[in-house]
């Protein structure tokens, strides 16, 4: 698991003793590369055809995000507050939906579901604990 990603800047805020602000108004799901990566490989081999929404299980904000990431860290409730879209500064360049989860019911009937999210960034902020013990 290696690059960039809103997961890891949480991570690093957290480690760093900062505090995020986050939206709870927009709801989506999370999709981590590692399981969509897997969840692809299986699709090439089997060439189903068609539209499939395929990410982890649950539907969340990024502010659950967060918040999750905060608490794997060890951070209390003071490091992730709620804000609405609205109280962004600067206003988004793009609008963005309240709702944007998928439904991924048509791929976890035919194959296994992906993890549940919280499950896949746990395993996110672990492995990058774990490249920063090797370095």
């Known amino acids: 698991m290696r690059g960039k990603n809103v997961v ?32 692809l490989v299986t699709m090439v081999r089997e060439r189903p055809g068609g539209l499939w929404h395929v990410a982890n299980v649950g539907t969340t904000t990024w502010f659950d995000v967060a918040a999750y990431v905060g608490s794997l860290a060890g951070r209390g409730d003071d490091f992730a507050t709620a804000i609405a879209t609205g109280d962004l500064d600067p206003a988004p360049l793009a609008t963005r939906p309240i709702r944007s989860d998928l439904s ?14 919280r499950d896949g960034v746990e395993r996110l902020v672990r492995d990058r604990a774990l490249r920063a013990e090797v370095a």
């Open 8 to 39: 890891h800047v949480i991570a690093d805020r957290a480690a760093a003793g900062a505090q995020v602000r986050f939206v709870n108004d927009q709801t989506g799901t999370v999709t981590v590369a590692s399981d969509l990566a897997r969840a």
């Open 104 to 117: 991924t019911d048509k791929f976890a009937g035919v194959w296994a579901p992906l993890p549940e999210w």
